[in-house]
């Protein structure tokens, strides 16, 4: 573990220990540091369909990257990865509709047809264009969706670990198939949180247990919305014409031990989509942006280097 993440979580396990603080609290604060340290602060719009809440950097650039997060995910699993961009690009990320703070309802319809509309609301109500747009997982399918309704508005495309073809059946085709217990939405033990993220991550960052505690119950909170999101993303998550009319410059990244979604997969989106690029990360999992947000940093800000 680096120096300086040691100090953070010793000087948070002080604050507790002599404020009396709740995990909760805890867990805030630490996600406020990691948004601080990346240069990124919590903004809220309302739009028709709801409040969304985002983070969005100070920096002046004429280059601007907007990040998805995936399913069951949130705005702040980048921001260790944002930090490592060194404040060269506008960065902008969303919790998606469902997701972190963003408006959450029974009912809303969470398709990736649907998502990609409100994100475009978004992006139309931030004055957004001419960027970046990076995706992962359930993330990426929904970034293929806008990009194809506009590709004039997109400079490039980078696919993270994305949903949306399928070579080698995935973990999450045969959960739809047959599991009632879905490690990734029905997580209300510590037992399955350990699973999800087992599944999630083959580099697991380290995690301290009290804010394990956080997640499981922010997760258990959330299952039955979880489960309506879920099926309603499989109902158009299959991409494969869509991706073979994406003309944008695109990157393909892929951790080589995915768990959820088969690095196979990354070759069928690698031959779909014209003159993209591919990139696979040994000894990594489904999360990059988590597992090693340094390197997948490092990868994204050479290939926006060729499209400024």
């Known amino acids: 573990m680096k120096l300086e993440k040691l100090k953070v979580i010793l000087l948070m396990f002080a604050v507790l220990a002599f404020t009396g603080c709740s995990s909760k609290k805890m867990y805030d604060m630490a996600m406020a540091y990691e948004q601080s340290s990346a240069g990124l602060e919590k903004k809220f719009i309302t739009l028709d369909f709801g409040e969304m809440v985002y983070l969005e950097n100070d920096v002046k650039s004429d280059v601007t990257l907007v990040l998805i997060h995936g399913f069951g995910g949130d705005k702040d699993n980048w921001n260790r990865m944002v930090k490592h961009l060194d404040d060269k690009y506008h960065v902008l990320v969303p919790d998606l509709p469902g997701h972190g703070e963003s408006v959450a309802t029974l009912g809303l319809g969470y398709t990736t047809t649907e998502q990609a509309q409100r994100f475009g609301a978004f992006l139309k109500a931030k004055k957004i264009k001419n960027f970046h747009i990076v995706g992962h997982s359930m993330g990426g399918a929904i970034a293929l969706r806008y990009v194809k309704e506009n590709t004039d508005n997109v400079t490039s495309l980078i696919l993270i670990d994305a949903m949306g073809m399928h070579k080698t059946k995935s973990l999450g085709d045969i959960l739809v198939e047959q599991s009632e217990l879905?490690?990734?939405?029905?997580?209300?033990?510590?037992?399955?949180?350990?699973?999800?993220?087992?599944?999630?991550?083959?580099?697991?960052?380290?995690i301290p247990e009290i804010f394990k505690d956080v997640m499981l119950a922010q997760k258990c909170e959330k299952k039955a919305l979880e489960r309506e999101m879920y099926a309603d993303m499989f109902t158009d998550v299959k991409l494969d014409a869509l991706a073979k009319s994406i003309t944008v410059p695109t990157l393909i990244l892929w951790g080589e031990k995915d768990g959820i979604i088969d690095v196979d997969n990354a070759k069928l989106f690698h031959d779909a989509i014209k003159n993209s690029q591919l990139r696979i990360f040994k000894e990594l999992g489904h999360v990059p942006i988590l597992e090693d947000p340094e390197k997948t940093a490092k990868v994204i800000d050479g290939f926006i280097g060729h499209y400024k």
């Open 182 to 206: 879905n490690p990734l939405y029905d997580v209300c033990t510590k037992e399955r949180l350990e699973t999800l993220l087992n599944y999630s991550m083959y580099k697991m960052p380290y």
